[in-house]
Each structure stands twice: as structure tokens, then as C-alpha cells.
């Protein structure tokens, strides 16, 4: 094994790292906690580490720097007998740089035991570690559970707007020129239609890809990993994900969809089927907002792909919809969907503490003739509702960019609409 330990790490200083990666508005700062990336599988959690170790290079060695894919099958018979000789080697070959050495564990899960692996290593004091693995083994809950008050971690989703254009090698200037904001608006169809996995984004034959995406989330993170017997019933509630992506669900809703089709499901098995392809990161859920939790619980939540490739139809309107959930996630919003009693929807109340700060809808929409009135009639029935505390109320449209004073049945407000790719490149909540 220590032969074994020598060749690997000797070939990972032989190797280069690819020149042509994209960088990500995700920073990861290796520090005195452990750092866990977490996030969708292909959404580019080894090419950031490896963006993070080029940063690193302008001031360490690599010989001060490690990295690891423990799904090399050269690793696969290590057991937690072989530690003591991964430390022997790694100080024989490697260095450490201002008292520590650079971890990048890729593929962790892998390992077997790797929790203790790794707890063992940071308790030691002379690493600074970051640890990444497939969704399907490797989840948000699993880490929190394992390395509980010893790591942060840093949610990695997708390429955003901003990161897709970067992929494409588009720089964003010159927008009011007619051609580059046209050419602009062709890649933000690009980007609602197909989304943002990395290797979709520079890819010809996305379709094909995006279809084993799908496939691989369901056995590998769902079926295998969950121990899932029903594989039949399993599907049909994955095709039943599918079909409402934009829309409200609920397992209630689920169960007599099943009813229907005279498949017997508890109401149990379908909640355990809605977290496990949540917690493989296929799905977002957007809860209705209440100020009582209860009361948000009970109510039907707004279902959304954590890619807008994985819709089967093309709807503009509802994939920009989605396009806006997922940012607001990559930027640590809080934020749900509200409706008013007699039926008014609105697509986002971003709140901010206590403070409603946004009403938010979304409309594929070039004109303001284009927009649907009960849109804006919904901001201004929902803003009456939390005045005191004042929130914007934007429209984000396709291309439309305005700011009108309207009014409905004694309810006024000052509306802003503002383009679906201005608040994307923007990057904060309020454009």
C-alpha cells in the first residue's frame, strides 16, 4: 500500500490542471474548519477544486498542496488499517506550507470509514482540509451528521447567468448596442432552455446528456443509495416530479394520482420518495408563506428542477420562473411563494428577518402590453397586505425594463420592471 500511496501522489505532482476552467462565483477558503462541497452531481464540484488549488499556487508550493480522487480504483481496497501509512507517505512526499498541508479529498465518500478518516486528520491540527463527493453518497444532512461542529459547508449549484456567459467567452458591455444585447438574449435562451450544468453548457449533444443526468439521480442517488424495492412506483412518482416542475404539489395530490392509476402508495413511502430526490438535489421546494410554520407545512409547495434542462416542455415563462428560484437560492435568500385568499399568486416574497423586501413575479414578457394584468394586480393586492413594511415590487420580464405608478380598485404602487438578464448579471436581490 505504501508503494501504492507513492505512486499516486507522485502523479498527482506530474499532473496538470486543465487550463481552460471556468471560474465560479463559489469561493471556497480553506481554513481551520473542514470545508464540505455539497450540491448536485456534475454541477462542477472537482473543477472548483481545482480552480481553488490554482489560486493557491500563486503563493504555495504544490508540494504544500495534496489532491485525492478516492474513485481512483487503484484506492478502492483501503481500509482504516492503511491510515497510518497514508500519513507516513504523505509526509515523505509532500511539505507543509506556514505549518499545514492542503487537502482536497475528491470523491470521499468512497473511503471506507471516511468520517473517521477525516476527523482523524483535522484533529491532528497540520491540514486544512476540503472534501467533496457524489450527491449520492455524500449529502448536506450525511456531512452535518458525521463532522458536526467541525466543518462549513459551501452549496454549490449549477452555473449561474453570470458564470454561463464567462463559459461562453461573452463580455458583458456594450448592451445597448441592438446586436450585443440581441446576441445577449440568445444566450439567456440558451440558458432558461437547456440550464446551467457545465458540461451541458459547452456541450453539442445536451439533450442526450441531460437525459443520463436524469437517469443516474435515480438509481444511483435514489434507488441505490435509499434502498428503494418499488423501482416501478419509484419512477412513476419521478415522471409525476417532472410533469410539475412550476406548478404546486403535494403528496396528498401524489397519493390519488396513484389511486387513480390503482397503484397502492402510502402517504409515507411518497414523502420518503419526495426527500430522497430532494435531498440527491434533483428538486427545490418553495414553501407557501405564512407568518405560522404550521400553517406552511400543511400547504402545497412550489416544485422546481435544480435545472431548468430537466423540464420536458419548453415553457419560457415557467423555466425563467425557475431560473429566478434558483438564484435566489445561490445568493441566501429566504424566500417563498405567496397567495392571497381570494386566489391572487405571487411568485416571490423574499423576506429579509421580519422585513417583507420583495414581491416578485415573472413574466416572459417584451412589452408592458405583454404583461398580464392580474401579474401586477397580484403585487398590488399583496402589497396592500404588508404596506407598513413597504416592500419592492418588481416584475421581472424578458427584455422590458420600466418603472410605473399603477392602480386597481383604490390599491396603487410603484411597480419597477426590470429585465430577467439585468437581474441576473446584477447579483444581488434588489437590481
Known sequence: MERLFREVFEEWLARELPENIVERELRVEPSERITAIIGPRRAGKTYLMFYTIKNLLSEYEKENIL?????DIRLRGLSERDFSTFLKVLHEVFREGEGRIFLF?????????????VRTLHNLGRYYIVLSGSSSKLLSREVATQLRG?????L???FSFREFLRAKGFEVKYLYSPERRGLLLRHLKEYVRWGGFPEVVLSGN???LLKTYVETVFYRDVVDR???RDVAGCEIFLRLLIESFGKRFSVSKAYNYFRSIGVRKSKRTLWNYLRYFREAFFVLLVEKFSFNVRERIQYPVKLYAIDTGFYPREDLGLKMENIVALELMRRGAEYFYFQTRDGYEVDFLVRDGLRVRQLVQVTYAGSFDEVDRREWRALLKAYDLFREQDPELVVLTWDYEDERRLEWFGRSGLVRFVPLWRWLLQGTLIP
Open 206 to 208: 445536451k439533450g442526450e
Open 156 to 158: 454549490l449549484l449549477p
Open 105 to 117: 479529498l475528491d470523491e470521499v465518500q468512497e473511503l471506507p470509514s471516511w468520517d473517521y478518516w
Open 150 to 154: 467541525r466543518y462549513v459547508s459551501r
Open 226 to 228: 435509499y434502498r428503494v
Open 67 to 71: 489532491y485525492v480522487d478516492f474513485s
